[in-house]
């Protein structure tokens, strides 16, 4: 197992142009999240997913964003008319069990520039 | 709000000495928390976690210490090594849900 994967590894966009990322999450696991960090701060909590269920959402996701995990495997996280805001390390994880006595594990990230 | 606070930036320490890394919180219903390490471009990786039911935990050279009462906890590294030198983070887990927050980011720099 190669451990949890993202692509693209890097985006650059222009402001209101659509952008999707995917991960794959460790193949046994349950759980996957998606996490966002800008610059100088530690990840935020977005989104996660129970299988091919969504079971918590933030509320930074906004309507722009939509994730989904069809058929509980690999993930999606789509931003639509995408805000220089949106700028930052888009972070997928997973686990198996909720993740806190032994932790997520991380993908490298996908980081976003939008121009 | 920020619920989970890192209030040093940045910390150097000598090779084979101590590393004391801290954590504050707010919120009295974090169940679990959590330190990651980070390197650069790469994803946080999971260290060692502790309940709130405890106040100490240890895993070869790291150990967490919590003191509910004052809402702090800690990571002590020991020895400290050259290849600690990353960004360590402080998560905390708000019961019900399984939502983390996490602080701003330690960098602790292990000088040869």
């Keep these: 197992d190669t451990g949890v994967s993202q692509d693209p590894r890097h985006k650059i966009t222009k402001r209101g142009q659509n952008v999707t990322f995917r991960c794959d999450p ?25 299988n091919e269920a969504q079971l918590e959402k ?58 | 709000d920020q619920q989970v606070k890192q209030n040093s930036p940045s910390l150097s320490v000598q090779e084979g000495r101590i590393s004391i890394l801290n954590c504050d919180y707010t919120n009295s219903m974090f169940d679990y928390f959590l330190w990651y390490k980070k390197y650069p471009a790469e994803g946080p990786t999971f260290l060692i976690s502790i309940s709130s039911i405890k106040d100490k935990n240890e ?16 990571l002590h590294i020991v020895p400290s090594q050259p290849g600690d030198s990353a960004v360590y983070f402080c998560a905390a887990r708000r019961s019900p849900g399984n939502q983390f927050y996490f602080g701003t980011g330690t960098s602790l720099t292990v000088i040869p």
């Design chain 2, 59 to 74: 895993d070869g050279r790291f150990t967490v210490f919590l003191n509910k009462s004052a809402k702090h906890l800690s």
């Design chain 1, 26 to 50: 460790i193949s046994e696991h349950n759980r996957l999240y998606w996490y966002r960090q800008t610059l100088g701060q530690g990840p935020e909590f977005l989104t996660y997913f129970q």
């Design chain 1, 58 to 115: 933030s509320r930074l996701l906004s309507d722009r964003f939509s994730a989904e995990r069809p058929k509980g495997s690999f993930s999606t996280l789509e931003i639509q008319r995408t805000e220089q805001g949106d700028s930052a390390m888009y972070l997928c994880a997973s686990s198996f069990g909720l993740g806190a006595e032994h932790g997520y594990t991380f993908g490298s990230g996908t980081r976003l520039t939008v121009v």
